[in-house]
């Protein structure tokens, strides 16, 4: 078992950046491939980025590519999401998660097991 807790969601404007981080608790952290996803008001979640359970590996949607980067601390128990260059339609709710490593990383959410609360990012134009 796992805990999530993400922070540093806020309102940012448009050409601004913001890091996420999701703390865990529990189960050692190296134990997990880890997932962040978002979901805007009326619409379905969606993956935005996934990283390995040592950081050797890493996904991204294409929406986020190139402006986003995951990355991990796992002395700190900790993963981050680095938003750049943010845009209005990245306004969501961004939920970390977590899947046992032998699994390696996925996009699909419903591969996941442990979810965090979420954090809010709000873009202005």
């Known amino acids: 078992q796992v805990q999530l807790v993400e922070s540093g969601g806020g309102l940012v404007q448009a050409g601004g950046s913001l890091r996420l981080s999701c703390a865990a608790s529990?189960?050692?952290?190296?134990?997990?491939?880890m997932g962040w996803f978002r979901q805007a008001p009326g619409k379905e979640r969606e993956f935005v980025a996934a990283?390995?359970?040592?950081?050797?590996?890493?996904i991204y949607a294409d929406s986020v590519r190139g402006r986003f980067t995951i990355s991990r601390d796992n002395a700190k128990a900790t993963v981050y999401l680095q938003m750049n260059s943010l845009k209005p339609e990245d306004t969501a709710v961004y939920y970390c998660?977590?899947?046992?490593?032998?699994?390696?990383?996925?996009?699909?959410?419903?591969?996941?097991?442990?979810w965090g609360q979420g954090t809010q990012v709000t873009v202005s134009s």
């Open positions: 998660a977590a899947r046992g490593r032998e699994y390696g990383i996925s996009r699909y959410q419903n591969q996941y097991n442990y």
């Open positions: 529990g189960r050692t952290f190296s134990s997990y491939a």
């Open positions: 990283i390995s359970w040592n950081g050797g590996s890493t």
